[in-house]
């Protein structure tokens, strides 16, 4: 009785949500009410293994008890004061995020999108600064993903997302991934930006060569240009190390973080050199929400936790031994296994969204990467259980899909 009451209100809520909600977003049939660990729960309560973590974000389960009680202790304090006043949470999280990479100074967001517009208004303003007048061309590069706000569309070379919002910004020029020769030819004294992510995430699971980022870094040192590295899917410990660029030895002048920073508190941050900062001044920039106390304090404790060596260890030794798995597969329908650390994606032969749906009857969340990649960006607490529970149902969906094809 109550599991069939239960399901009445996920139809209830589904049916809201067709009629008052705008429809941008695909979804399941079902309502997911409450999580613990790596596990979410639907209002009939159905557990689902979660390799989703909300796109790469809870990177600490659900549940946390630290993350839980922090949150409501701050909640109780401060949630929001505005940019207008000091508060603790902010200048500790920007001395801990600059500690702990390249960056001398942070400038808060609420997004990745919002936190790659902040990185494209900064290299702007320091060219403008440097150069004069006209050097405002930004080179990204194909199968990129830096959002969907019109700077970062513009950036995001993607017919289906750009087409129905022309004109964009101006000055976006797109190379192709991993071709230094081929950057080399669009990098000149126009460039103020080249931006790049280390792991490509929403394009497919492509990691740069780090020849590639050394062969960027030098354009960008030769022309005067600023080298963004947007690690918003990738940065914070997912592949392993804190910063996804590090095993390149490259670093960039901005670096853009968001999505696992404040443990699914919304927060997007820049984190950006000295030189960069020191052209930036009072009234240049600004957010109403963004460093606010709630978040800042959450993403301290998020950011403590990452950060210690044997929690970085663990993620790369789970990473290498989820990839081992997923490279045993024995499925015809799998043509490639990619990524590092907790960041992997594999190709297959069929469209990747046909597995993420028959997930959902195996208790499985999942996520594509483009049309035929499958991502896997769980949270990165999981044990090596979980990925043996995944790796047992992910044989089972493609063992069935095989007899089908
Ligand atoms: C690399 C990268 N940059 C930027 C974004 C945009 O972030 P948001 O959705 O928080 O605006 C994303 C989101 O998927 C991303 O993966």
Same mark, same amino acid.
């Given at each position: $009785?109550?599991?069939?009451?239960?399901?009445l209100?996920?139809? %209830?809520?589904?049916?809201?949500?067709a009629?008052? /909600?705008?429809?941008?977003?695909?979804?399941?049939?079902?309502?997911?009410?409450?999580?613990?660990?790596?596990?979410?729960?639907?209002?009939?309560? +159905?557990?689902?293994?979660?390799?989703?973590?909300?796109?790469a974000?809870?990177?600490?389960?659900?549940g =946390?008890?630290?993350?839980?009680?922090?949150?409501?202790?701050?909640? !109780?304090?401060l949630?929001h /004061?505005?940019? *207008?006043?000091?508060?603790a949470?902010?200048?500790?999280l920007?001395?801990?995020? #600059?500690?702990?990479?390249?960056?001398?100074?942070?400038?808060? +967001? +609420?997004? !990745?999108?919002?936190?790659?517009?902040?990185?494209?208004?900064?290299a702007?303003?320091?060219?403008?600064?440097?150069?004069?007048?006209?050097?405002t061309?930004?080179v990204?590069?194909?199968?990129?993903?830096?959002?969907?706000?019109?700077?970062?569309?513009a950036?995001?070379?993607?017919?289906k997302?750009?087409?129905?919002?022309r004109p964009?910004?101006? !000055?976006?020029?797109?190379? @192709?991934? +991993?071709?230094?020769?081929?950057?080399?030819?669009v990098?000149?004294?126009?460039? #103020?930006?080249?931006?790049v992510e280390?792991?490509?995430g929403?394009?497919?699971? %492509?990691?740069?060569?780090?020849?590639? *980022?050394?062969a960027?870094?030098?354009?960008? =040192?030769?022309?005067g240009?600023?080298?963004?590295?947007?690690?918003?899917?990738?940065?914070?410990?997912?592949?392993g190390?804190?910063?996804?660029?590090?095993?390149?030895?490259?670093?960039? =002048?901005? $670096?853009?973080?968001?999505k696992?920073?404040?443990?699914?508190?919304?927060i997007?941050?820049?984190?950006?050199?000295g030189?960069?900062?020191?052209?930036?001044? @009072?009234?240049?920039?600004?957010?109403?929400?963004?460093?606010?106390?709630?978040? #800042?304090?959450a993403?301290?404790?998020v950011?403590?936790?990452?950060?210690?060596?044997?929690?970085l260890?663990? /993620?790369?030794?789970?990473?290498?031994?989820f990839k081992?798995?997923?490279?045993? *597969?024995?499925?015809?329908l799998?043509?490639?296994?990619?990524g590092?650390g907790?960041m992997?994606?594999?190709? *297959?032969?069929? @469209?990747?969204? =046909?597995v993420?749906?028959?997930?959902?009857a195996?208790g499985?969340?999942l996520?594509?990467?483009?049309?035929n /990649?499958?991502?896997?960006?769980?949270?990165l607490?999981?044990?090596?259980?979980?990925v043996?529970?995944?790796?047992?149902k992910?044989?089972?969906?493609?063992?069935? $899909?095989?007899?089908?094809?």
């Amino acid at each position: $009785m109550q599991k069939i009451r239960a399901q009445l209100d996920a139809q %209830h809520i589904i049916d809201l949500e067709a009629q008052y /909600v705008v429809h941008t977003y695909p979804r399941p049939p079902f309502v997911l009410t409450h999580g613990e660990g790596v596990y979410l729960y639907d209002s009939a309560g +159905n557990a689902y293994l979660d390799f989703v973590a909300g796109i790469a974000v809870n990177a600490l389960g659900y549940g =946390d008890a630290e993350l839980t009680a922090v949150i409501s202790e701050q909640a !109780g304090q401060l949630i929001h /004061v505005s940019n *207008l006043y000091h508060t603790a949470p902010q200048a500790e999280l920007a001395a801990r995020l #600059c500690e702990r990479s390249f960056a001398d100074r942070v400038f808060f +967001n +609420n997004s !990745g999108s919002e936190a790659n517009e902040t990185a494209i208004k900064f290299a702007r303003k320091w060219a403008r600064a440097n150069h004069g007048e006209g050097k405002t061309q930004i080179v990204a590069f194909s199968s990129a993903f830096h959002g969907r706000t019109t700077g970062a569309l513009a950036l995001t070379p993607r017919e289906k997302y750009q087409a129905p919002f022309r004109p964009l910004l101006p !000055g976006a020029v797109i190379a @192709p991934f +991993n071709d230094a020769e081929a950057a080399a030819q669009v990098i000149g004294p126009e460039t #103020c930006a080249v931006i790049v992510e280390p792991l490509q995430g929403e394009g497919g699971i %492509h990691e740069a060569a780090p020849e590639f *980022l050394r062969a960027l870094r030098a354009l960008c =040192d030769e022309h005067g240009a600023a080298l963004i590295f947007d690690e918003v899917q990738c940065g914070v410990g997912r592949t392993g190390t804190l910063w996804a660029h590090e095993p390149s030895g490259v670093t960039p =002048d901005i $670096m853009t973080l968001a999505k696992p920073l404040a443990g699914g508190l919304p927060i997007g941050a820049a984190l950006v050199t000295g030189a960069i900062a020191d052209v930036i001044h @009072p009234g240049d920039h600004g957010s109403t929400f963004a460093g606010g106390p709630l978040v #800042c304090r959450a993403a301290g404790v998020v950011l403590d936790r990452i950060a210690q060596p044997q929690f970085l260890a663990r /993620v790369a030794e789970l990473g290498a031994y989820f990839k081992a798995r997923l490279e045993a *597969l024995d499925s015809p329908l799998i043509t490639d296994v990619r990524g590092r650390g907790l960041m992997l994606g594999i190709e *297959l032969t069929i @469209p990747a969204t =046909d597995v993420v749906e028959a997930g959902y009857a195996h208790g499985l969340l999942l996520v594509n990467a483009g049309p035929n /990649v499958l991502r896997f960006v769980p949270p990165l607490i999981i044990e090596k259980a979980h990925v043996d529970e995944l790796i047992e149902k992910l044989n089972r969906i493609l063992s069935t $899909m095989e007899k089908q094809a």
